[in-house]
């Protein structure tokens, strides 16, 4: 069993910047990849972005440009730098993996104002 906490969500003003943080409670190394999610009210669970084991990147085309995602083996965590936030940017911010079963984590609000 894997835990995964999400931590940095919080407001921010329009235009401004977020670093959310994924912890894994063992080795994120073994997963071939981490992922971060949002569901904004009233809309499904989107993908945000990915990385793969390996460091390969991928983004969902609205967030290209202004997410980046990382990763710290070491200490098993995985990031995500938000800048140019948006208010349509709003919303619950979930870390995700795969080994055999699915590991969500509680999710981090992210409230951008306009």
């Known amino acids: 069993q894997v835990q995964l906490v999400e931590s940095g969500g919080g407001l921010v003003q329009a235009g401004g910047s977020l670093v959310l943080s994924c912890t894994a409670s063992?080795?994120?190394?073994?997963?071939?990849?981490m992922s971060w999610y949002r569901q904004a009210p009233g809309k499904q669970r989107e993908l945000v972005a990915r990385?793969?084991?390996?460091?390969?990147?991928y983004y969902t085309d609205s967030m290209k440009g202004r997410f980046t995602i990382s990763r710290d083996n070491a200490k098993n965590t995985v990031y995500l730098q938000m800048n140019s936030l948006k208010p349509e940017d709003t919303a619950v911010y979930y870390c995700?993996?795969?080994?055999?079963?699915?590991?969500w984590g509680q999710g981090t609000q992210v409230t951008v104002s306009s």
């Open positions: 990385i793969t084991s390996a460091g390969n990147t």
């Open positions: 995700y993996s795969w080994d055999r079963i699915d590991y």
């Open positions: 063992r080795s994120i190394f073994s997963f071939s990849a």
